[in-house]
């Protein structure tokens, strides 16, 4: 392999690494604020690009991200409100199984509303075939917008987390419920609020990724599983981390397609999502809190 296709592929995991790495990040809002795993962030990210892509026929870009976010954001807190406020206490397995059926549901509903047609935003800026080049590295300006807005949304989050006072009520929820309520905190609202926040971030990565990636109505089932395979390996709760951890998993399939064809690639995804599960459940730089997902 040259230098100039080993570059080449090198960017290519960069690129989806970072798409990975925003899906996880929605895993690591709601699990900081819960504790609890959202099977269906996926199905945010997916909604966001294929509402984003209906309003377009409608209204200039911006405005058709802006909509689509708000309208996710308002599906993230009827679906908190609707399935998830009641439950008392619910087992990790309980939970599980009921956010794996609200992903069902959204996809199938999806498919309902706009069929089966693959869709995608216009590039930001410049046109599918604008490339600008780093030596022999050919890259497109949509890649620059997916990484800045990555790194934008992980610095945000982590100052939101650790220095604002409704970050660290959400935090509290997270590490005791019973105590956060007893210092005034309404549990509920930090939970909606983690589900609305979530849905947010995963809407605006879905209208950032949809012109590399494409939207279809299930296309958020195999983003759910590498970003849930990024947060286990980063640590759940890390977003930081999650930033390294997708590097790792969008380089490693970038790469694999050199020794394997390439519908082999999601093996790899699979793979260390197992590896980690068995041999460090609590991920590479994640507490021994995430290790309790090896209970069920």
């Given at each position: ?22 899906v ?28 984003a892509?209906?309003l ?5 870009l911006p ?8 309208a ?160 286990i ?23 694999s ?6 519908a082999?690639?999601?093996?790899v ?17 994640g ?10």
């Amino acid at each position: 392999m040259n230098i100039e296709l080993l570059s080449q592929y090198l960017v290519a995991g960069i690129t989806y690494g970072t798409i990975y790495a925003i899906v996880a990040i929605g895993f690591n809002i709601i699990y900081n604020a819960t504790g609890i795993i959202n099977f269906a962030q996926g199905e945010f990210v997916m909604l966001g690009g294929m509402i984003a892509v209906s309003l377009h026929a409608f209204m200039p870009l911006p405005a058709a991200i802006l909509a689509a976010v708000l309208a996710t954001m308002i599906i993230g807190a009827l679906i908190e409100i609707i399935f998830i406020r009641w439950l008392i206490s619910p087992s990790v397995l309980r939970m599980i199984i009921i956010t794996i059926g609200i992903s069902i549901f959204i996809r199938e509903a999806a498919l309902h509303v706009w069929g089966e047609s693959v869709r995608a935003l216009p590039y930001f800026t410049g046109t599918e075939v604008t490339v600008f080049s780093v030596g022999d590295v050919h890259i497109s300006p949509q890649v620059l917008w997916v990484t800045g807005i990555s790194a934008v949304m992980v610095m945000l989050l982590t100052f939101f987390f650790n220095y604002t006072l409704l970050g660290r009520q959400m935090r509290a929820c997270s590490a005791n419920r019973d105590a956060a309520r007893l210092c005034g905190i309404s549990a509920k609202n930090m939970v909606t609020l983690s589900f609305v926040l979530s849905a947010g971030i995963g809407a605006f990565a879905g209208c950032v990724v949809s012109p590399i990636t494409y939207v279809q109505y299930d296309s958020g089932t195999g983003l759910a599983i590498k970003g849930f395979t990024v947060a286990i390996l980063g640590g759940l709760g890390n977003s930081t981390a999650a930033i390294a951890a997708g590097m790792v998993l969008g380089i490693l399939e970038s790469f694999s397609v050199w020794v394997m064809p390439a519908a082999f690639k999601d093996v790899v995804s699979i793979s260390i999502l197992l590896l980690i599960l068995f041999v460090r459940p609590s991920g590479i730089f994640g507490s021994v809190e995430a290790s309790r997902l090896k209970e069920f």
